[in-house]
């Protein structure tokens, strides 16, 4: 009868150990990752996923309001339908699978062309890496695509390819924040990539308001303002972040407002970070795009002592690769020795995947006129921007019409960002369901509809207004019925709580 | 004549601003960035990657001793010549450019099944993003594979797809380390991904020595001693390192050691970091690879409260798929709260990238007997692995005859880690050139033969201890005239400095 004494205390034991676990916890893990907020996948977006596995596991008996849910919280084009360009895939499949080339008819001339450049130059395989910047020629072949945009040199050692733009943005991010003196400035609203991250390197927001009655412009002033407001609070600001094309306002930007900027980031010392992702993705008639480093290279001699950083992104444009994670940047008026710090970051990583590198070489270097595959690629392209505009145009007219909602053009990018004028009844609904007003209409419109947009204040706004962010991507046969639904909902939401 | 007196002032307040830039210089930028080194592409890497520039440039007329560089600095078959498997391309190649499966004769039955149930699983493209956490038809193939490897369960929500393992083992470290009162465990020899980012994130490496004269062995009493050295000068250990099969050591664990280990961090409370990575290069006779998590499952109860991370990559292996950048972690013993920290960083940079994630499923679920494709499947492997076994022991024996050389059994991995003894007049040689001793070995093998292999002192090794890490990746044709390149430096350098 020895025993049982025995084993009540090494339960006993067991149970203090278990008392010790789990070790990391919420309160015992790192407080920045804690913090950090990424609101383009966030609650709406994870109870969209919840629904779409209801409807997925049981399609005749979900118990939904809806039979599919319609994700219009991120710009992923060809999940909604939108094709791959030919081009771009019959080259990444070739360098995958060689052998394919050695099959008559198989893939165009240009395409093993390209396949066997590249191949050559990656050590004739997509399974090796490669040197951390990047495939050089790939380097090569960006700089060309630069020089020719802009009209003005671009060297390849300026050039990092990066998995994503994301990759990218952290990358400086994390330079450029020393500690939590430092701080940078960003737009609201802003794609929370810069929010979230700023949050995890330690660093300040330093947010500056677009002008939203003036097509989200930016404006100096308000520029001035965020910076005054940092110093006086100690605040360092070392970079200016633009997003042009807008995310999430679809704003484009006029060539005097980029000079102001550079004269701006000139006189206050500090970086200019320009994600230019959405550079292919232009809908202002008689609008171009044109560069901030082109703006900066036409301006006067002083200026070109400003560093200035670009990013660009396989995923958007009219090619929308987002699973090839793809991407670059560009740095211009750098030491040296903070290329070399840029370079050892992408060296713990190793390198950019190779799939994501070639794509961003068709990207730069599509098919010319002359070249067989040239009708095609123009065709696709063609059809998927054509495509893009009218929808643009279909949803914000749509939106514009109905009642406590004001949306500016998109001019850009993939979304429109409606304002939304909520009664006080439906901010208390709101509030005593313990969720931001805007919050709630997106909960509202997601379980009564099936379509997943994202609140405005996951991406920032002027206190007191509202908004939700919504891509124009659903499929051309079916973006009128996703604005039909969005539009119901909103009378019936409206009145509801009048 | 008065525009010269404006003139001048106009450039005198131009240097005066000038004098400012750039901004972001190594004295202004974020010093745990600036701490951390990665000695696998370091100075030695860089000074090759400069003479291949070279021999390139100017085939004929490079001025250098030899015409080739051989990289035995990284773990990276394929830029060696080593094949990709067949089946896992034709499945990428497939996915990516679905047309070539509806061509006659060109991919097997089991290649077109396994790509439709992959693009149905993704939307039926490679060119969207996924869920941040990975494709769940490859997170639920990931799960069968561990229940198949360990015989116990695996639930695939506690698996992370990555790209490669690296990104996978800096994101658990970024939850681990708090503040700077952190430490993590790490083995001395280590990987130096591990050093460079727990520098990164502002933790302490907590060192443990592996018992060179063991085989590489870990001892528990140098763990404690790691662990009391921490506490005593006030730091915390979160986690412990684990790299098995060894890197830069080839060393394989035995199941005793791996129950010490778990038993270690219960009794400490500390987290279980496993680097798997290499879990299918093994040469050492008679030994099979067990996983952590099998180790953990098969003891007492009280220990399955232990916070275990796994990680595995298809970098490695038999594969060698590098350029994929494709990986996965598991968690077990984790609460779901911090999972969900987990699946909120991933969120931030969207997803990992598609064509690795293929990479990972085929990994995990290769042809089986009696599929169409087992049977070259089951060749091209045997071939890899084989090879890759005689060139352990080739370049092993022959290191091991060399006199001032020693090198334990390559038992795992792709790497020979020898002690190299250096003469007093070679340390004052090197001292002279401000190197330490072994990177000035490493240099002199580079200048004289081409061959770029990494310093012991990147990994970390005992004071007094000379090592360096190379690959035994050159192809069976070129590995004995690498080997002998080596020996005949070897006995030129201890010649000269004896």
């Known amino acids: 009868m020895r025993s049982a004494p025995v084993l009540r205390n090494v339960v006993r034991s067991y149970s203090q150990s278990a008392r010790d676990f789990p070790t990391l916890t919420l309160d015992t893990m790192n407080q920045q990752v804690l913090k950090a907020e990424y609101a383009v996948r ?14 997925l596991a049981n399609p005749t008996n979900h118990g939904l309001p809806f039979n599919e849910i319609i994700f219009c919280n991120i710009g992923n084009p060809q999940i909604l339908g939108q094709p791959a ?11 995958e699978y060689p052998p394919i080339l050695d099959k008559p008819g198989v893939m165009p001339a240009d395409v093993k062309q390209r396949a066997e450049k590249l191949l050559t130059a990656m050590g004739r395989t997509t399974g090796a890496y490669s040197n951390s910047q990047g495939v050089p020629i790939i380097l090569q072949d960006v700089a060309h695509f630069i020089e020719q945009r802009d009209g003005h040199p ?16 952290q990358r400086m991010l994390r330079l450029l924040i020393k500690d939590d003196s430092d701080g940078i400035l960003i737009p609201i609203p802003q794609y929370p990539l810069y929010s979230a991250s700023i949050d995890l ?14 097509d989200w412009r930016i404006e100096v002033p308000e520029l001035e303002r965020a910076i005054s407001d940092a ?42 970070m320009a994600d230019e992702v959405y550079q292919d993705n232009i809908y202002r008639e008689g609008h171009n795009f044109v560069s901030f480093k082109k703006v900066l290279r036409e301006m006067a001699p002083q200026y070109q002592k400003l560093e200035l950083v670009s990013f660009h992104s396989v995923s958007k444009g009219f090619y929308g690769e987002c699973g090839k994670r793809g991407g670059y940047l560009e740095m211009v008026g750098f030491q040296d020795a903070v290329k070399e710090q840029v370079y050892k970051l992408a060296s713990i990583g190793l390198c950019p995947n190779l799939v994501g590198q070639i794509v961003v070489d068709v990207m730069v270097n599509p098919p010319k006129p002359g070249d067989e595959s040239y009708e095609l690629y123009k065709k696709e392209r063609d059809a998927i921007l054509s495509s893009l505009k009218r929808r643009a145009i279909l949803l914000t007219t749509a939106l514009n019409k109905l009642p406590g909602m004001s949306c500016n053009p998109a001019e ?22 313990n969720r931001v007003p805007d ?26 207004t509202w908004h939700f962010r919504t891509t124009f991507l659903p499929a051309e046969n079916q973006i009128q019925s996703v604005v039909d639904k969005m539009a119901q909902f909103h009378v019936k939401f409206m009145e509801q709580y009048k």
Do not use: W
């Open 201 to 214: 390197y330690g660093g300040h927001r330093l947010g500056y308001y677009l002008d939203e009655a003036a």
């Open 154 to 169: 671009c060297n390849a050692d300026d050039i990092f390819l990066t998995d994503g733009a994301s990759v990218g943005v």
């Open 439 to 464: 919050a709630f209409y997106c909960k509202e419109l997601l379980d009564q509809t099936g379509v997943c947009v994202v609140p405005g204040s996951g991406f920032g706004q002027r206190d007191g």
């Open 42 to 55: 966030g609650e709406i977006v994870v109870l969209a996923n919840k629904y779409q596995k209801s409807i």
């Open 85 to 95: 360009l030919s081009f771009f895939r019959q080259v990444t499949a070739s360098c």
């Open 231 to 272: 110093k006086k609070n100690g605040i360092n600001p070392r970079a200016l972040v633009v997003i042009n094309p807008g995310n999430p306002t679809g704003n484009c930007m006029d060539r005097k407002s980029m000079e102001d900027i550079v004269d701006l980031c000139y006189r206050h010392k500090i970086v200019l």
């Open 412 to 433: 850009g990018a993939m979304y429109a960002f409606p304002q939304i004028t909520l009664s006080p009844r439906a901010v208390a609904a709101a509030l005593a369901q």
